[in-house]
């Protein structure tokens, strides 16, 4: 069994130049910061390399700071934040509290700033349906889907010949990407519940459906755990996700072939176009 890890730094005592008055932009001001850091699920070895070295952060965010000039501690807040994720893997999320004392030159009062972020991660989703008004349920689709995924683009819709099993309705298929603060696995749930929703019923491989939702790359990461692998096995066997993927992320690099989005498409051979026409 895994639990999960948070790490807790309490009362960092820290300097900056921060201030919007002009003697505060002359000299340093001591600042008190508390972090709690959220690592996730727990099951790696007792090693130092996989966790957060406290020592090696204690001396950083000193340094970040002292570095630092900002008017604002809400700014500085946010900084900090920022260049933990950028630093840490494997935070996925931060709360931080950041104290200015003696604002004003007035004993005892101070200003505090709360900031808490969760990691984001870049992820593309391929939609596909072939029954009950198919363009209508990719359009559900990507609004349950915006529940739980940020800042979507959505490539055009593609009308496609079926792949596999040949006797059934044309496909509707596009892409989407956008921000989830959703680890692989939970996405994969959260999407398979939308599918569920949205009435899916297994039938067979490659058969009719009324949706389905893939995963196709989740920031530049390559996973494999239980029945759920990123990239794709198929991503760069189709047309019908490469061509709507490629309207959206042309440069997104595959993480094991090292190729562009538009790289695979144009390498894609006549027997792996399926598309017939762009609907939209």
């Known amino acids: 069994m895994s639990g999960t890890i948070q790490l807790t730094i309490k009362e960092l005592k820290l300097a900056a130049v921060i201030g919007c008055y002009d003697y505060e932009r002359t000299q340093t001001q001591p600042l008190i910061l508390d972090l709690t850091l959220d690592l996730g699920a727990w099951n790696y070895p007792d090693e130092l390399e996989h966790t957060v070295n406290y020592a090696e952060l204690h001396a950083l965010i000193i340094t970040l700071a002292s570095e630092s000039n900002f008017l604002l501690v809400e700014s500085l807040a946010k900084f900090l934040a920022d260049e933990l994720f950028l630093r840490y893997a494997q935070i996925k999320k931060i709360a931080l ?23 984001e991660y870049k992820v593309a989703i391929a939609l596909g349906s072939n029954l009950n008004n198919p363009r209508q349920q990719l359009i559900s689709a990507i609004e349950f889907i915006s529940e739980i995924v ?3 683009r959505h490539a055009p819709i593609y009308k496609s010949s079926p792949c596999g099993f040949t006797e059934q309705d044309d496909f509707f ?27 899916k019923v297994e039938q067979f491989t490659n058969g009719p459906r009324i949706i389905d939702l893939d995963i196709l790359l989740f920031a530049d ?32 690099i595959h993480p094991e072939l090292q190729l562009s ?15 017939l026409q762009q609907l939209d």
Not at 98 to 118: G, M, S, W, Y
Not at 174 to 185: D, K, N
């Open 150 to 152: 940020q800042d979507i």
């Open 221 to 252: 990461k390559a996973y494999q755990q239980l029945f759920l692998q990123i990239p794709h096995p198929r991503l760069a066997e189709r047309d019908f996700v490469l061509q709507p993927l490629v309207a959206i992320e042309p440069t997104w």
């Open 97 to 119: 509290t950041l104290r200015k004392p003696d604002v004003c030159h007035e004993k005892e009062c101070l200003i505090q700033a709360n900031f808490t972020q969760e990691r």
């Open 173 to 199: 298929n596009t892409c989407i990407s956008g921000t989830t603060t959703l680890e692989p696995l939970e996405l994969l749930v959260a999407l398979k519940k939308i599918e569920k929703r949205m009435g």
């Open 261 to 275: 989005m538009l790289e695979l498409f144009k390498r894609l051979s006549p027997n792996q176009h399926y598309i």
